[in-house]
């Protein structure tokens, strides 16, 4: 299964997306739900590059990916990254309602 994990700040602003885990859902290279899930995560690091000027901000690694919002961005960027991030929760949620078996998403605040 694959578990997304959305931290957000106190003011609901999201910092982190980690995805880890396989989905299972068939084999390696077919499976259709780990493409969907990486699509909308590496659409997300992109358009953060392209978009929002913000670049440098993710790890991956076999069946591993983290997206980390850095501090000190400006209003501006801070506006666009929360548009994307937020769309890609959306992305990974509708994901989720498909294909629950495979994908659970947790959406969580710091306090």
Do not use: N, W
């Not at 910092?15 to 259709?32: L, N, P, T, V, W």
């Amino acid at each position: 299964m694959i578990e997304a994990s959305i931290v957000r700040d106190k003011s609901g602003f999201i910092r982190q997306i980690i995805i880890k885990g396989h989905a299972g859902f068939s084999e390696y290279g077919r499976d259709i739900v780990c493409a969907a899930v990486s699509a909308t995560a590496y659409t997300a690091v992109g358009a953060l590059g392209e978009l929002a000027g913000i670049t440098g901000v993710h790890e991956e690694k076999d069946g591993f990916m983290l997206i980390s919002i850095p501090k000190g961005m400006t209003e501006q960027q801070k506006q666009i990254a929360g548009i994307i991030l937020e769309t890609a929760v959306i992305g990974l949620k509708q994901i989720e309602m498909e294909y629950g078996r495979y994908v659970k998403v947790l959406d969580r605040r710091c306090k």
